[in-house]
């Protein structure tokens, strides 16, 4: 029920490229959806997120995609630059003992080749 | 800027040991949260933390203890290592008081347990 299930586990895309990013939940409590993106050595940092009213949001080159009743949600870079190589964590929120926590995926490793 | 800030970059320790894991935040956040992230399992929530003294449980507290005597540091204690402890662990802080508050990551502190 905590799950949040997300794929590939990795993804190599050319410059230029459109790279996606699959996530799925069961959880219908569920009720806010960020991606978190990482750069070795570092820690995750909040991309960009949604919320489950709306089926898509956009900034920049980065775009959630939202479908609420297949229980599933997207990242997808366009143009896709090596600066973007990193790893990316969707994630979701939940009340646990009444409080606000997130529940991550496993993670996507993105390799943008020049 | 939100700064956290973990002491360690990298610990070496023997199996049985008691551990301890410091993190510090300077923007007056209530809430942190300690993360461990392996390879293929993403991020996992250990303890979390809504105010001083208060402490939670997350998905994988075995083995783990918490502190939080003051507002800006949590620390995670791992009361006997053992080597199935070997991580990265994360540390985390957020504003509290809205859904969409985002979590400011440390940058880690990779343990390894002999």
């Known amino acids: 029920q905590q799950q949040v299930k997300q794929s590939p586990q990795s993804l190599i895309v050319q410059k230029g490229g459109i790279s996606i990013i699959n996530c799925a939940y069961e959880n219908t409590a569920f009720d806010y959806f960020p991606w978190y993106q990482q750069f070795p050595g570092k820690g995750p940092a909040l991309l960009i997120a949604i919320r489950p009213d709306v089926s898509e949001k956009k900034e920049g080159r980065f775009t959630i995609s939202f479908n609420k009743s297949a229980k599933q949600f997207s990242l997808h870079i366009m143009d896709s630059q090596p600066g973007d190589s990193a790893t990316y964590f969707c994630a979701a929120r939940t009340s646990r003992s009444g409080y606000s926590t997130l529940t991550f995926g496993k993670g996507t490793m993105l390799l943008v080749s020049p | 800027d939100v700064k956290v800030t973990q002491s360690s970059r990298y610990l070496v320790k023997r199996t049985g040991e008691k551990v301890f894991l410091e993190c510090v935040q300077d923007?007056?956040?209530?809430?942190m949260f300690w993360y461990r992230q392996d390879p293929g399992l993403g991020l996992r929530l250990i303890y979390f933390s809504y105010d001083v003294k208060m402490k939670e449980k997350g998905d994988i507290p075995e083995g783990y203890s918490v502190s939080r005597e003051k507002k800006e540091r949590f620390s995670l204690i791992l009361e006997s290592a053992s080597t199935n402890q070997t991580s990265m662990y994360l540390c985390?802080?957020?504003?509290?008081?809205?859904?969409?508050?985002?979590?400011?990551f440390g940058n880690g502190t990779r343990l390894t347990v002999t």
């Open positions: 985390a802080s957020r504003l509290s008081g809205s859904y969409n508050s985002p979590l400011h």
């Open positions: 923007m007056d956040h209530e809430n």
